[in-house]
């Protein structure tokens, strides 16, 4: 296993839910990396953002990892989920309400609701 593949493993692993992004959570550089980390933020969802920016094995690393290739790249429970055009269709779906609740990951439902009403 590459030292990258053995990093994003390590990290999946230890946090249930990571967002694999360019730049920060509170500083994204991209569009869709924000707007994903704009939903968990505004879901008050405590998630680990790893920055690919950062890190050139990262960036290429993840993209094998998951076998997608786009970022960012949201993870719950060790599981990918997807990328950011997935996460904004579960978020008005509802979809994200429940694999947050079912892998038990603590959010703000009334938080959830808003977008849901602000986008319907």
């Known amino acids: 296993m590459s030292d990258a593949n053995a990093q994003i493993t390590d990290t999946i692993k230890a946090n249930d839910v990571v967002l694999f992004m360019k730049g920060t959570k509170s500083m994204p550089q991209c569009g869709f990396s924000s707007r994903v980390a704009g939903v968990l933020n505004y879901m008050g969802v405590d998630f680990a953002d ?52 079912e892998n038990n990951v603590t959010f703000d439902k009334d938080a959830a609701d808003k977008i849901r009403e602000a986008n319907g």
């Open 50 to 101: 790893v920055n690919v920016l950062a890190d050139e094995g990262i960036r290429a690393g993840i993209k094998e990892f998951s076998d997608w290739p786009t970022i960012p790249q949201l993870y719950v429970k060790g599981e990918f989920v997807g990328g950011c055009d997935i996460i904004t269709e579960m978020t008005l779906s509802g979809e994200l309400d429940t694999l947050f609740s």
